[in-house]
């Protein structure tokens, strides 16, 4: 295959550099806020509850933190270091920041250098491209990769000051400052760890040169000098034959021993970096190594070196704090087919890949606890010594930094992109740098000094801790009480301070976050409770308007089936009541009501054709009946009056009578039974030149023909309304009526009467019918008036409407209920003032003679006139 041809691009990104949020959590949950969210009412302020003031960590008495990390969380810093290729082709290979070399240019032309073509490629500082093997690729079993997010890619070229300026240097002054830091050298075998970390006397590594930054401050300042005292210990965790893992010290055995840290461990105090030096060169030169296919040296055992800084108070010579700075080399992850083991190599291959492996699962289930706090972190540390003895780093206490060493040729493609594969999530997991001066031995004695101090408590010492304002104040005398000094010049008391100050404000922060979200909720409620009670008000308003609306709209509907029942009662009379009116209105008919029942009140059409007696007598002087009180209506209706055209409407005029109406029913039954009723009612009458008030006219006798009517208020009573009963004028057409809170309206239901078949009997029992007598005025041009003798055959016509009313239902009024009104009898209508039927004979004889196709008069016509004639004033 042709090296030169280019590669196909599939390239899988990992790790992106992140993009600046748009919005943080709470802007979000707030813009996602639902649509129907009250108006008026702030968004809970989540945000503020959960971000309440940062932190505040509280410096020891003599302790200057390093104000640059404090406080801050920091994400794991991740550094990749890319081993230089043995080959020539190394030297031509790309640095930080440069183009990336393509494969296959350069010297290599043979096909055995074809393994050491380079298959990472630095793309900037913190990128990389992992190209996947030709094979791989063109199979699809591999994709080129793009690794981002590194905190510092160093190539080939970089040189071990370098790696120490920006990898080891920060941790050291995190150190000077009193914080304890780790760094792990991770890789597979052969990938330069050890020689990163150790160095070679030409290129000294991290440890060494950490060494010297840190006596060389201290040198530098008589102060830090005098307060100080470093310890070291360096020690390997290894297991023989792949059997139980164990820890062995690496310290030179002829040096004496200073401090037993931990059960095995042991420390030597170190004063120069001679010193220090002299002990790493021979904890180096202890450490199991063993010659493999990837490595001369191998490495055998996860190597540790720690280096503890013990600082006095300048304060008080029995407080001191801790800080410890430790170094891991884990041996490298092996495959089996690379190093060719076997046997106890082999096993032990298992336990470094074991041993790797855990480290791994410990730094993941870290990152998916911060990812969802819910999932706790999983106990892996437990499963080997190193994770163990590294605990506080595994759970995220304490800052920590990987550098991840690879080889970049092809024949480490699989090596290389496992490592980058497993470490690259890893830049993801957060550390919140606190102020960190406990080491597990001191953790101990913390904690028996917490339990003796409980028991102090419990026995009524007086040394419980002051709490004033934001800080921690230990009552004076009980310090001293309990200030116990160990072998090691370490102030317990200030110990078990740090410890309990660590925690005050663990518990302060949560309970600020607690006060926060109960002030926020409290006040999102007050908002809710106002936005109810508007709410309520609003509805209780609503509640009266509809009620208010709901009573009218009852009042209408009565007002309306009122109306309903006149109409029916116009249109459908009772057949008494026609028989009554027939008996002395021999000429009316009623024309149609407007179906409009505000137009029924106020106007009621009059055909062009209605002719009737006019009939008035002093009985029109109406009575009003109100409980037991009785007024004459004479006095009421003397102040009628007529206005003339101006309010004129027509109605059917009837005989005036008298008629009770009962007031208890009907349109006065909703009133109110105590109320004042004040009573007023309309009447009609005839044309404005025979009018007559009621009071005043009794003697006068209408005149026959169309009648303009007027109307006036003529009444008005007050009282009790009880039992009411009204008579009124047959004439009076509406009642309205009105108390302090009502007022209301009754219209008398007119009468209608027919012409046909009514039959008038006549003095002398003649009889003769309304359309005869009506032809004969007709004819004769005579006005014919009926005297009181005027008697009527009722009883046929009758008879008559209830046949007909019985045949044909169309004829019964709508409603079966009648009206609660009571007409009084037709004999009560006066007649006295029709003195005779009035016939003028000349006017009788022109007619007669203009008309000559007129019928001959029937008998009845005949014995009318003769009667007539026999009647006519001599
Ligand atoms: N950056 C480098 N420059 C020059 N030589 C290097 C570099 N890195 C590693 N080497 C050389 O590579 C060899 C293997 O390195 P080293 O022993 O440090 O690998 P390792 O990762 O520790 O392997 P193991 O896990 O098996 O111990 C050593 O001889 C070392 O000198």
Redesign the pocket.
């Known amino acids: 295959m042709d090296l030169q041809s280019p590669r196909p691009v599939t390239t899988v990104r990992r790790n992106p550099p992140r993009k600046a949020k748009q919005a943080s959590s709470a802007g979000a949950l707030s813009s996602s806020k639902p649509s129907n969210a009250v108006t008026g009412i702030t968004p809970f302020p989540l945000d503020e509850i959960l971000e309440p003031e940062p932190l505040q960590t509280y410096p020891l008495p003599n302790q200057k933190l390093h104000k640059s990390n404090v406080g801050v969380s920091n994400n794991l810093k991740v550094f990749l270091?890319i081993?230089?290729l043995m080959c020539p082709v190394s030297q031509c290979s790309n640095v930080a920041g440069g183009e990336a070399r393509a494969p296959g240019r350069g010297r290599v032309s043979k096909e055995g250098d074809r393994k050491n073509m380079p298959c990472l490629v630095v793309n900037s500082s913190s990128s990389v491209t992992l190209n996947a093997p030709l094979s791989s690729l063109e199979s699809k079993r591999a994709k080129n990769e793009v690794y981002d997010g590194f905190s510092h890619v160093f190539p080939?070229e970089?040189i071990?000051e370098d790696i120490y300026d920006k990898v080891m240097q920060p941790l050291v002054m995190d150190f000077m400052e009193g914080h304890s830091s780790l760094l792990v050298?991770m890789?597979?075998?052969?990938?330069?760890?050890?020689?990163?970390?150790?160095g070679?006397p030409q290129?000294p590594g991290i440890v060494p040169l950490a060494l010297r930054q840190i006596f060389k401050q201290t040198a530098d300042n008589v102060n830090i000098q005098a307060s100080r005292t470093y310890y070291l210990s360096i020690f390997e965790i290894h297991s023989e034959r792949g059997k139980v893992e164990k820890i062995f010290d690496l310290l030179p055995e002829s040096m004496p021993h200073q401090q037993a840290s931990i059960s095995s461990l042991k420390e030597v105090k170190i004063s120069s970096v001679a010193d220090a030096e002299k002990i790493v060169a021979h904890g180096i030169f202890k450490r199991s190594?063993a010659p493999?296919n990837?490595?001369?040296?191998?490495?055998?055992s996860q190597c540790i070196i720690n280096v503890r800084c013990i600082r006095k108070s300048d304060a008080d010579d029995h407080s001191c704090t801790n800080s410890v700075l430790t170094i891991a080399?884990?041996?490298?992850?092996?495959r089996e087919r690379k190093t060719g083991n076997q046997g106890a190599r082999l096993l032990e291959s298992n336990f470094?890949n074991n041993t790797s492996m855990v480290f791994g699962q410990c730094l993941r289930s870290l990152l998916e606890h911060q990812k969802n706090p819910k999932k706790p972190i999983e106990k892996h540390f437990k499963n080997s010594l190193l994770t163990r003895h590294l605990q506080d780093y595994m759970e995220g206490k304490k800052q920590m930094t990987l550098i991840l060493?690879v080889k970049a040729a092809q024949e480490d493609y699989m090596d290389t992109s496992f490592i980058l594969r497993q470490a690259s999530p890893y830049m993801k997991i957060k550390f919140y740098l606190q102020e960190n001066n406990n080491i597990p031995c001191q953790k101990r004695k913390a904690a028996l000094f917490i339990t003796e101090r409980t028991k102090r408590r419990k026995a009524n010492i007086s040394e419980v801790p002051v709490i004033n304002g934001n800080d921690v104040v230990m009552d004076a005398t009980a310090s001293s009480k309990i200030s116990v000094k160990d072998s090691a010049g370490e102030d317990i008391c200030k110990q078990g301070y740090a410890e309990f100050h660590a925690e005050f404000q663990k518990i302060k922060r949560s309970e600020e976050v607690m006060r926060n979200f109960a002030r926020a909720l409290l006040s999102t409620l007050k908002q809710y409770k106002d936005k109810l009670k508007e709410s309520e008000n609003e509805v209780q308003y609503l509640k009266e308007t509809l009620r208010k609306q709901s009573a009218h709209a009852k009042e209408m509907e009565k007002e309306l089936n009122e109306t309903r029942n006149i109409r029916l009662c116009v249109s459908n009379p009772p057949v008494e009541e026609c028989a009554k009116a027939l008996s002395f209105n021999p000429g009316v008919s009623v024309p149609p009501i407007p179906s409009d029942p505000d137009h029924i009140q106020d106007t009621v059409a009059l055909g062009d054709e209605n002719n009737y007696f006019l009939s008035q007598s002093p009985e029109t002087s109406a009575k009003i009946e109100m409980g037991r009180e009785t007024k004459a209506l004479d006095e009421s209706l003397s102040g009628a009056k007529t206005t003339g055209d101006s309010d004129e409407f027509s109605l059917p005029l009837h005989p005036r009578t008298l008629e009770q109406v009962d007031m208890s029913a009907e349109a006065f039954s909703s009133l109110p039974s105590e109320e004042n009723v004040e009573l007023s009612y309309q009447y009609s009458d005839e044309n404005s030149e025979s009018f007559q008030k009621l009071t005043q006219s009794s003697e006068q006798v209408g005149e026959m023909g169309q009648v303009v009517m007027n109307f006036s208020d003529v009444a008005s009573l007050k009282g009790p309304r009880s039992n009411a009963t009204v008579d009124v004028p047959a004439n009076v057409h509406q009642f309205t009526g009105k108390t302090a809170n009502h007022s209301y309206c009754f219209t008398r239901p007119t009468v209608p009467l027919e012409r046909e078949g009514c039959i008038l009997r006549l003095p002398g029992n003649e009889e003769i019918s309304i359309m005869q007598a009506e032809k004969l005025q007709e004819q004769s041009g005579l006005k014919i008036a009926l005297n009181e003798n005027v008697q009527q055959n009722t009883a046929s016509h009758s008879t008559e409407a209830l046949k007909s009313e019985e045949d044909d239902p169309s004829l019964r009024p709508l409603n079966s209920q009648r009206p609660k009104r009571m007409l009084l009898p037709a004999s009560t209508i006066h007649f006295k003032d029709f003195n005779g039927l009035f016939m003028d004979e000349n006017a009788m004889e022109v007619k007669r003679k203009k008309t000559d196709s007129v019928k001959a008069r029937s008998d009845g016509s005949i014995s009318l006139i003769r009667i007539l004639k026999s009647n006519l004033p001599r």
């Open positions: 270091r081993r230089p080939p970089s071990q050298a890789g597979p075998t052969g990938s330069g760890k050890t020689y990163t970390m150790f070679s290129q190594t493999t990837a490595n001369n040296q191998s490495s055998r080399d884990l041996a490298g992850a092996e470094i060493t």
